[in-house]
Nanobody, 126 residues
């Protein structure tokens, strides 16, 4: 079952967006979830991740002070709040998940994740 990512759009530099990731009909509560970005002509990069029960979060250095990941297992969603957006943040944003036996399992590598969403486009204008 695929994940659904939503919330992308066009925003001016310095603005904010919130992305949401859900898994219709299936739970995310026993998964760790990551957000990745693929900019034009670049490889997919890890941005942020959250472990089961939110014990652990990880961020890329480029977004650490601006992005915040959270989860609401009651609503079966994981959100990415993005503040102070920059033109370099432009790209397609993907959420990905993998079942996690440990609450401290949280990989950064895209190849560790099994289930992916379709991506949502974020465009930041200067």
């Amino acid at each position: 079952v695929q994940l659904q990512a939503s919330g992308g759009g066009l925003v001016q530099a310095g603005g904010s967006l919130s992305l949401s990731c859900s898994r219709p009909g299936r739970t995310l509560s026993n998964h760790c979830v990551g957000w990745f970005r693929q900019a034009p002509g670049k490889e997919r990069e890890f941005l942020a991740g959250i472990s089961r029960t939110a014990v652990l979060t990880k961020y890329a250095d480029s977004v650490k002070s601006r992005f915040s990941i959270s989860r609401d297992d009651a609503k079966n969603t994981v959100s990415l709040r993005m503040n102070d957006l920059k033109p370099d943040d432009t790209g397609v944003y993907y959420c990905a998940a993998i079942p996690a036996a440990s609450t401290r399992y949280l990989p950064r590598a895209a190849e560790e994740y099994r289930t992916w969403g379709q991506g949502t486009l974020v465009t930041v204008s200067s």
